[in-house]
């Protein structure tokens, strides 16, 4: 739910703010691509995760570098990362493209949240500068890990229901069927993804009087990225 809708005023963007939240966020991400440039922090899951994506590159099915079939751990990571591989990147690029992407989509939504969230233009900035040098520093956007990709997802979710909260009841389908997408994707990439399936469904529940109808859609929804 906007400031907006509760009918507190709420700064406009002048190009100044735009810009340096801009410059914020690639600030943040350049340093990232420099430290994932030299190297990624490879982890167990990491490993496990590409060696699934190359051998999906080269026609091997979903299994490791042990030639087993794997089961635990969630198909998103690898599926993108085999996709990059397949067409022409080294699976250490793979790996900076996956994560330097995830970590500009969660600033991008995380911008776009402070603008619905926080009134002063200069607060809304400062908590940026927070977020984007916090994260980048903890080192998760430079590891193998999927939880790059999964905060990303995360953070849109959590932005495209913001917004789906403040929609008439008569303009929801459309972005009940953009968070369920989003929902899905995110359970694709980890397993806990199941709790933004959950919340999705919930929304749908409480926000509209046709339950029934609505639930089908969002399942569909969340279906077909899923499949």
């Known amino acids: 739910m906007s ?5 507190i005023q709420v700064e406009e963007e002048p190009p100044i703010g735009r810009i340096l939240a801009i410059t914020t966020i690639v600030v943040a ?10 190297s990624v922090g490879m982890t167990p899951d990491g490993a496990v995760y590409q060696s699934v994506a190359q051998h999906l590159a080269i026609g091997q099915g979903y299994t ?4 087993s079939s794997v089961s635990v751990f969630p198909p998103g990571v690898p599926i993108l990362l085999a996709f990059l591989i397949w067409v022409g990147a ?3 690029t793979a790996w900076v493209l996956v994560n330097v992407g ?33 994260v980048a520093g ?32 008569d303009r929801t389908g459309p972005w009940f069927a953009l968070a ?21 469904i919930g929304l749908v ?23």
């Open 180 to 200: 369920g997408s989003v929902a899905a994707l995110s359970f694709v990439a980890r397993y806990s993804g199941a709790f933004y399936v959950a919340a999705i």
């Open 138 to 169: 903890t080192g998760v956007f430079t590891a193998a890990l999927s939880d790059p990709l999964f905060a990303a997802l995360a953070a849109v979710f959590v932005l495209v229901t913001a917004r789906l909260v403040d929609r008439p009841s």
């Open 90 to 92: 080294s699976p250490h």
């Open 205 to 227: 529940v409480v926000l509209t009087r046709r339950a029934r109808l609505i639930i089908v859609t969002a399942l569909v929804a969340l279906g077909v990225p899923t499949i």
């Open 3 to 7: 400031l907006r809708s509760l009918g």
């Open 64 to 67: 490791d570098y042990t030639g």
């Open 29 to 38: 991400v350049s340093i990232t691509a420099v430290a994932l440039a030299r």
């Open 102 to 134: 995830a970590l500009a989509t969660y600033l991008l939504a995380a911008w776009a949240l402070l603008r619905l969230v926080v009134a002063s233009m200069w607060v809304r900035l400062s908590l940026l500068v927070v977020v984007a040098f916090v």
